[in-house]
């Protein structure tokens, strides 16, 4: 198969550069079963600029009796490490939806960072560090059902006791949202 560029318009060109299979940290592979889209070279980069090179891993990103504030703790002297970790681990949920709350959860607290939002930061890379793996499955067998859930949560948000609510849609077996 040649790769010639493609004439549109009679003066633009453009050039068949072969299947996508890395971009901007995110792994396109294909199968015959669909496409299948990972971060895991970009998590591990993140992991190895963090120095995390134990064996320690985590089952969970969020301990779930974790219920911070901005009170708790001390403020952080210099909370660059806390903002570089949080914007990296939301680029990561392009592809790891299963860290999207405990992301969420941090990320509230980037104005005024404090020693118990670090600690609890700090665990989310250990989750990942256990689940390299993880990606999304777009199947190409599909009947386009969409499916949507939702949940809520009546006054749980501990600062100002306001309800919560999610929602979730998947594109057959594909989580889209």
Same mark, same amino acid.
């Given at each position: 198969?040649?790769?010639?560029?493609?004439?549109?318009?009679?003066?633009?060109?453009?050039?068949?550069?072969?299947?996508?299979?890395? !971009?901007?940290? /995110?792994?396109?592979?294909?199968?015959?079963?669909?496409?299948? %889209?990972?971060?895991?070279?970009? #998590?591990?980069? %993140? /992991? #190895?600029?963090?120095?995390? =090179?134990?064996?320690?891993?985590? %089952? =969970?990103?969020?301990?779930?009796?974790?219920?911070?504030?901005? &009170?708790?703790? &001390?403020?952080?002297?210099?909370?660059? %490490?806390?903002?570089?970790?949080?914007?990296?681990?939301?680029?990561?949920? $392009?592809?790891?939806?299963?860290? #999207?709350?405990? $992301?969420?959860?941090?990320?509230? @607290?980037?104005?005024?960072?404090? *020693?118990?939002? !670090?600690? =609890?930061?700090?665990?989310?890379?250990?989750? $990942?560090?256990?689940?390299?793996?993880?990606?999304?499955? @777009?199947?190409?067998?599909?009947?386009?059902?969409?499916?949507?859930?939702?949940? #809520?949560?009546?006054?749980?948000?501990?600062?100002?006791?306001?309800?919560? *609510?999610?929602?979730? !849609?998947?594109?057959?077996?594909?989580?889209? &949202?």
């Amino acid at each position: 198969m040649s790769h010639k560029p493609y004439q549109i318009n009679n003066a633009t060109w453009m050039k068949d550069l072969r299947p996508l299979s890395y !971009f901007i940290g /995110l792994q396109v592979s294909s199968c015959r079963n669909g496409y299948y %889209l990972s971060q895991a070279k970009y #998590a591990y980069d %993140l /992991l #190895a600029r963090l120095g995390i =090179t134990d064996s320690v891993t985590s %089952l =969970t990103p969020l301990d779930s009796n974790v219920h911070l504030t901005p &009170f708790d703790g &001390f403020p952080l002297e210099d909370a660059t %490490l806390y903002l570089q970790l949080v914007d990296n681990l939301i680029y990561l949920t $392009v592809t790891r939806r299963d860290i #999207a709350y405990a $992301v969420h959860v941090v990320s509230q @607290f980037m104005s005024a960072s404090r *020693t118990i939002h !670090f600690t =609890t930061v700090l665990r989310i890379p250990y989750y $990942v560090k256990d689940t390299l793996g993880h990606g999304l499955q @777009f199947s190409s067998k599909s009947s386009f059902i969409l499916s949507g859930y939702t949940d #809520a949560n009546w006054t749980d948000d501990p600062t100002n006791k306001r309800s919560t *609510t999610d929602y979730c !849609f998947y594109l057959v077996d594909s989580f889209i &949202f």
